[in-house]
């Protein structure tokens, strides 16, 4: 049984293996990027990483006759493997114009071992000078992404669905964070004003349960952030941030309106190797998976109008020049509600890892992971993980 004592004492182990492994040599490791440039200045560059880890895990009453079940799978983390290309034109009376494109391919489960998913996450232009930037196409929404930037879950696993896990994993998404997603928007970003910077945007709205003449989504989300940096001597630094989210969204059968709304603020602290970071959120019809428009913890996903919803999440890591440890702990909630659309019941997502980096070359890192989940809307479950990853 994979019991509570069972998830600690798994967790316990990893943070002795991890602590004892500090013998490793360390070294200064920077991103490589591949570029080509034309004799009229416009310039090709190709970035991307390949992430590969065998997960062994074990999962509370999850067969059909209520015993635990035990898996090991090899599949893709919570980023999956990745390339980007960006074309810059040459620049022209003080603008630079970028047109970025990144293909997306995830690494599969049982029964699909050989359809593996590809997508587009971005296909975007920017075009930037002295006045700031602007983003037109799709990427990365605004509200959440920087509390999604956590160095557990966003290199490695984090929370993911159960045995059979397909596609790219949750990382903290419904116990730590709202998901920022990749969706079409066009986003503003100004100049730096002193280690302040503010963006805000238009992003194509969530319609809850796809396309339905029942459902009318007449305006965009509207979405800001404010991200500031403070410098904290030649070692340190201290980054805050506070965003916001809107959008109204109208049940014609039943003459109801509800609206997808919140703020989410964030705090990381970094010195000498020492970094300290955590976030928290505040939604209204985004329940406790975290997920816009979405609900993979049972019902529709109109059934979350107007329920409200916590994501937080604290973080501690000690990088030593290429080898990092970090542990971290966070929690989505959601509070039982029932409206004329539907009803969600009371539901908490805990997430509680430990986790280690190493650089083996420039370009190559080995990741280890160990985590314990448990919620009211999937089997509980404790995991081993070890993985690596290609980055260019």
Not at 95 to 105: K, L, M, R, W
Not at 209 to 221: L, M, V, Y
Request: glycine share 14%; proline share 3%.
């Amino acid at each position: 049984m994979f019991n509570q004592y069972s998830r600690s004492a798994c967790t316990l182990s990893l943070l002795l293996f991890l602590i004892g492994t500090g013998f490793f040599n360390t070294k200064d490791i920077h991103a490589q990027n591949i570029s080509f440039e034309t004799e009229n200045s416009w310039n090709l560059g190709v970035t991307g990483a390949i992430p590969v880890f065998v997960v062994t895990s074990g999962h509370n009453n999850f067969s059909s006759n209520g015993a635990d079940q035990t898996a090991t799978r090899v599949m893709s983390g919570f980023n999956p493997a990745n390339v980007t290309f960006t074309i810059n034109a040459p620049s022209y009376n003080g603008i630079d114009v970028q047109a970025v494109f990144q293909i997306n391919h995830h690494l599969q489960g049982s029964s699909i071992q050989n359809d593996g998913l590809f997508e587009g996450r971005v296909a975007e232009i920017i075009v930037s000078g002295n006045f700031g930037s602007i983003n037109a196409g799709k990427g990365l929404g605004i509200f959440g992404s920087s509390s999604i930037a956590d160095a557990g879950s966003g290199l490695g696993v984090g929370r993911f669905g159960g045995p059979d896990a397909a596609n790219a994993t949750l990382g903290r998404i419904g116990s730590g964070y709202t998901y920022a997603n990749f969706n079409p928007r066009v986003m503003y970003t100004t100049p730096g004003f002193g280690g302040l910077k503010i963006k805000a945007g238009i992003i194509n709205p969530e319609k809850p349960g796809g396309a339905s003449n029942d459902i009318e989504t007449a305006a965009p989300r509207f979405e800001a952030q404010a991200d500031y940096r403070l410098p904290l001597g030649e070692k340190g630094a201290m980054k805050l941030w506070i965003g916001g989210l809107y959008q109204n969204v109208s049940v014609i059968s039943a003459d109801y309106d509800f609206s997808y709304s919140g703020y989410d603020a964030g705090i990381q602290f970094s010195f000498a190797g020492f970094t300290l970071r955590g976030a928290f959120s505040q939604t209204n019809s985004i329940g406790a998976d975290g997920l816009i428009g979405l609900n993979i913890s049972g019902g529709t996903a109109v059934d979350q109008a107007d329920a409200d919803g916590t994501q937080w999440y604290g973080e501690a890591t000690y990088d030593l020049s290429g080898f990092l440890l970090g542990a971290s702990y966070g929690e989505g909630r959601q509070d039982a509600t029932t409206t004329d659309v539907g009803s969600v019941p009371e539901v908490t997502n805990e997430l509680l890892m430990a986790f280690a980096r190493y650089d083996v070359t420039p370009n190559l890192k080995l990741l280890v992971e160990a985590q314990s989940f448990a919620s009211e809307s999937q089997a509980d479950y404790a995991a081993l993980i070890l993985g690596t990853q290609i980055t260019f």
